[in-house]
C-alpha cells in the first residue's frame, strides 16, 4: 500500500520513494507525494528521477504514476519531484471553488453544485441554475473579503455517522458506508466534503475574479473563474473592454448595462421592422415565367434566413422556383424548387463555385453562400440565367 504523502501535506512536493512494480508506463511507489486527481481537481505532473509523470490515477486501489520512456525496475531508490508551480495553482483553484460556491449559495441560497473542474488551464464550477449578474457580483464582494481577511482553511476527517456532518456540504449518497469523510473549512463561512489538495490560507489566492457564465446543457450553467495573478489580469482585461465600450455607446461606465439593454432592444425593433419590410417584398414579388413555370427571386440587405426560408418553402410547395440572396458581410443564398426540372443542389453547387463558394442541400431546397458581399448582385444574376437556361432547354 502506498503512503499518500499529500493525504497529510499538500505543500509537500519533493520526496524519495522505493518503486514497488513497473509495468510498462505504469509504476508503483511506496511513497508518493503526487495528487491522483479527485474531488473535480486534476492530478499532479512531474518527474520520477527525471523522467516525466504524465498521468497519476488509482488502479485496483494503487497509485499507479504513468511514466513514458522510463528505464526503472523494481527496488530502485528514486527523487521524485511534483511540478510545483501546477500543483499550487490547482491548490488555489480548488480552494477558490470553495470560497466562490459558498459566496454565491449566501446569494442564492437554493443553488446546488452538479460538477466541478480544476485544472490548470480551466477552472470552473457547473450549477444547478443561472445566477444573475449582480449576485455573482455580490459573491465577489464576499469571497474577496474573505481573502483579505486571511481566514485560516483546515482539514478534518469525520465519520459517516458523525452527526456534526449535518453541518457539513456534502452528498452524503455518494460517501460508502463505514468510510470516513475529509471535511475543509474555510474561517467560519464553509464546511465542505472535499478530497482535493487547498491552501492554508485564503490570502494565498490574492483574488478570485468570475470571467464568463456559459450554458452547460443539462447540468446547469459552467461559472468560470480565476484566482491570483490570472484573476488580476482578467479584471484589468474586462475592465479595459468594459471603459472602451462605455465610449462606443456614448456612455458613463456605470450607466453602461442600461445603455445596453436600449442598444439591444433598438436593434431588435429594427430587426422587427427589416423582417416586416422583407415580408412585404417578398409578397410583391412578380414571377416571371419561363418554359412554363413561375420563377420568384430578388436580393435583400441584412434578411433574416428563417423568413427567406420559409417563404422559399412555400414557394416551392405551389410548383414555383425560388432564388433568394441575402446580403450583410457575407452573401447567404436560398434556391427552392417545385418542379423535378430544376435541380436545387445541382444549380447552387455549379453557380456558387464560380465565386469562390459552395452550398448544399437536396433537390427540392438547397442554401449555401459567398464571403464576397459585393458579389451578391452578381450571384443572383448568374443563378436566374443557370435557372432560366435549364427550364428552357428541359420541358
Same mark, same amino acid.
Given at each position: 500500500?502506498?503512503? +499518500?504523502?499529500?493525504?497529510?501535506?499538500?505543500?509537500?512536493?519533493?520526496?524519495?520513494?522505493?518503486?514497488?512494480?513497473?509495468?510498462? &508506463?505504469?509504476?508503483?511507489?511506496?511513497?508518493?507525494?503526487?495528487? *491522483?486527481?479527485?474531488?473535480?481537481?486534476?492530478?499532479?505532473?512531474?518527474? #520520477?528521477?527525471?523522467?516525466?509523470?504524465a498521468e497519476v490515477f488509482y488502479k485496483k486501489n494503487k497509485i499507479i504514476h504513468k511514466v513514458p520512456?522510463?528505464?526503472?525496475?523494481?527496488?530502485?531508490?528514486?527523487?521524485?519531484?511534483?511540478?510545483?508551480?501546477?500543483?499550487?495553482?490547482?491548490?488555489?483553484?480548488?480552494?477558490?471553488?470553495?470560497?466562490?460556491?459558498?459566496?454565491?449559495?449566501?446569494?442564492?441560497? +437554493?443553488?446546488?453544485?452538479?460538477?466541478?473542474?480544476?485544472? *490548470?488551464?480551466?477552472?470552473?464550477?457547473?450549477?444547478?441554475?443561472?445566477?444573475?449578474?449582480?449576485?455573482?457580483?455580490?459573491?465577489?464582494?464576499?469571497?474577496?473579503?474573505?481573502?483579505? +481577511?486571511?481566514? *485560516?482553511?483546515?482539514?478534518?476527517?469525520?465519520?459517516?455517522?458523525?452527526?456534526?456532518?449535518?453541518?457539513?456540504?456534502?452528498?452524503? =449518497?455518494?460517501?460508502? &458506508? $463505514?468510510?470516513?469523510?475529509?471535511?475543509?473549512? #474555510?474561517?467560519?463561512?464553509?464546511?465542505?466534503?472535499?478530497?482535493?489538495?487547498?491552501?492554508? =490560507?485564503?490570502?494565498?489566492? =490574492?483574488?478570485?475574479?468570475?470571467?464568463?457564465?456559459?450554458?452547460?446543457?443539462?447540468?446547469?450553467?459552467? #461559472?468560470?473563474?480565476?484566482?491570483?495573478?490570472?484573476?488580476?489580469?482578467?479584471?484589468?482585461?474586462?475592465?479595459?473592454?468594459?471603459?472602451?465600450?462605455?465610449?462606443?455607446?456614448?456612455?458613463?461606465? =456605470?450607466?453602461?448595462?442600461?445603455?445596453?439593454?436600449?442598444?439591444?432592444?433598438?436593434?431588435?425593433?429594427?430587426?422587427?421592422?427589416?423582417?416586416?419590410?422583407?415580408?412585404?417584398?417578398?409578397?410583391?414579388?412578380?414571377?416571371?415565367?419561363?418554359?412554363?413555370?413561375?420563377?420568384? $427571386?430578388?436580393?435583400?440587405?441584412?434578411?433574416?434566413?428563417?423568413?427567406?426560408?420559409?417563404?422559399?418553402?412555400?414557394?416551392?410547395?405551389? $410548383?414555383?422556383?425560388?432564388?433568394?440572396?441575402?446580403?450583410?458581410e457575407s452573401v447567404s443564398v436560398i434556391v427552392s424548387s417545385g418542379t423535378p426540372r430544376i435541380d436545387?443542389?445541382?444549380?447552387?453547387?455549379?453557380?456558387?463555385?464560380?465565386?469562390?463558394?459552395? @452550398?448544399? @442541400?437536396?433537390?427540392?431546397?438547397?442554401?449555401?453562400?459567398?464571403?464576397?458581399?459585393?458579389?451578391?448582385?452578381?450571384?443572383?444574376?448568374?443563378?436566374? +440565367?443557370?435557372?432560366?437556361?435549364?427550364?428552357?432547354?428541359?420541358?
Amino acid at each position: 500500500m502506498t503512503e +499518500e504523502i499529500f493525504r497529510r501535506d499538500g505543500y509537500a512536493f519533493e520526496f524519495e520513494a522505493c518503486v514497488l512494480s513497473v509495468e510498462g &508506463e505504469e509504476v508503483e511507489l511506496d511513497i508518493t507525494a503526487f495528487y *491522483p486527481g479527485g474531488g473535480g481537481q486534476v492530478c499532479d505532473t512531474g518527474t #520520477i528521477r527525471g523522467s516525466g509523470v504524465a498521468e497519476v490515477f488509482y488502479k485496483k486501489n494503487k497509485i499507479i504514476h504513468k511514466v513514458p520512456g522510463n528505464d526503472l525496475k523494481k527496488g530502485d531508490r528514486v527523487w521524485c519531484s511534483v511540478d510545483w508551480d501546477r500543483r499550487y495553482d490547482l491548490m488555489m483553484g480548488h480552494t477558490g471553488e470553495h470560497l466562490l460556491f459558498c459566496s454565491l449559495r449566501r446569494r442564492v441560497p +437554493e443553488l446546488s453544485i452538479n460538477k466541478i473542474f480544476i485544472s *490548470p488551464e480551466s477552472k470552473y464550477v457547473i450549477v444547478d441554475r443561472d445566477v444573475g449578474w449582480d449576485d455573482v457580483r455580490e459573491a465577489l464582494v464576499f469571497a474577496n473579503r474573505a481573502i483579505r +481577511e486571511n481566514l *485560516p482553511v483546515t482539514k478534518t476527517i469525520m465519520s459517516r455517522d458523525d452527526p456534526e456532518l449535518e453541518k457539513v456540504r456534502i452528498k452524503k =449518497e455518494r460517501i460508502p &458506508e $463505514g468510510e470516513d469523510v475529509s471535511v475543509v473549512s #474555510i474561517g467560519g463561512i464553509d464546511l465542505s466534503a472535499c478530497s482535493g489538495l487547498h491552501v492554508m =490560507e485564503t490570502g494565498e489566492l =490574492e483574488m478570485l475574479f468570475v470571467d464568463r457564465k456559459v450554458s452547460a446543457g443539462k447540468e446547469g450553467v459552467a #461559472i468560470h473563474f480565476k484566482v491570483g495573478n490570472e484573476a488580476k489580469d482578467a479584471a484589468m482585461s474586462l475592465a479595459g473592454r468594459c471603459l472602451q465600450a462605455s465610449d462606443a455607446a456614448d456612455s458613463k461606465p =456605470e450607466d453602461l448595462v442600461r445603455a445596453v439593454s436600449n442598444l439591444r432592444a433598438g436593434s431588435e425593433a429594427l430587426r422587427r421592422s427589416i423582417g416586416s419590410f422583407v415580408r412585404k417584398q417578398i409578397a410583391d414579388l412578380p414571377p416571371t415565367t419561363v418554359g412554363g413555370v413561375d420563377v420568384v $427571386g430578388g436580393v435583400f440587405p441584412e434578411a433574416e434566413r428563417t423568413i427567406l426560408s420559409d417563404a422559399a418553402e412555400t414557394y416551392k410547395v405551389s $410548383g414555383k422556383v425560388c432564388i433568394f440572396v441575402s446580403v450583410g458581410e457575407s452573401v447567404s443564398v436560398i434556391v427552392s424548387s417545385g418542379t423535378p426540372r430544376i435541380d436545387c443542389r445541382d444549380v447552387l453547387s455549379k453557380t456558387l463555385s464560380g465565386f469562390g463558394g459552395r @452550398g448544399g @442541400g437536396k433537390p427540392d431546397f438547397a442554401q449555401g453562400g459567398v464571403a464576397d458581399a459585393a458579389s451578391a448582385e452578381a450571384v443572383f444574376s448568374k443563378l436566374t +440565367e443557370e435557372i432560366t437556361q435549364r427550364l428552357q432547354l428541359i420541358k
